[in-house]
């Protein structure tokens, strides 16, 4: 049974920073996609940062891009973990940040369509003055 968990939020000051941890265990593909997702209050979740582990091909939303850095770290079938580097934070940026994993899916395919088998609970993240 695939397991998503996402950790690493909480209250940040405008400008300031927070990591994202994602660990997935179960996934036994080698080929996928894993991306990070934020829902904002009033807002539909959006896809703001995905990574391919067939190519290392990344994708970042304009609202993120230049700011938001994914990273990946382990690879095995025990456990994918990926993460989410977050710097100058601004208070658009809260919401509640998802983790979803798909096999054989581009980042175009997983960010920009929403196309995610597997995901996490979320993880809040407030910022705020």
């Known amino acids: 049974q695939v397991h998503v968990a996402e950790s690493g939020g909480g209250l940040v000051q405008p400008g300031g920073s927070l990591r994202l941890s994602c660990v997935v265990s179960?996934?036994?593909?080698?080929?996928?996609?894993v991306g990070w997702f934020r829902q904002s209050p009033g807002k539909e979740r959006e896809g703001i940062s995905c990574?391919?582990?067939?190519?290392?091909?990344?994708?970042?939303?304009d609202s993120v891009k230049g700011r938001f850095t994914i990273s990946s770290g382990s690879r095995d079938n025990a456990k994918k973990t990926v993460y989410l580097q977050m710097n100058s934070l601004k208070p658009e940026d809260t919401g509640v940040y998802f983790c979803?994993?798909?096999?054989?899916?581009?980042?175009?395919?997983?960010?920009?369509?929403?196309?995610?088998?597997?995901w996490g609970e979320g993880t809040l993240v407030t910022v705020s003055a």
């Open positions: 179960g996934f036994n593909l080698n080929y996928f996609a």
């Open positions: 979803g994993i798909r096999g054989f899916t581009t980042v175009q395919q997983m960010c920009v369509s929403n196309m995610v088998d597997h």
């Open positions: 990574f391919s582990s067939s190519n290392g091909a990344e994708y970042y939303s």
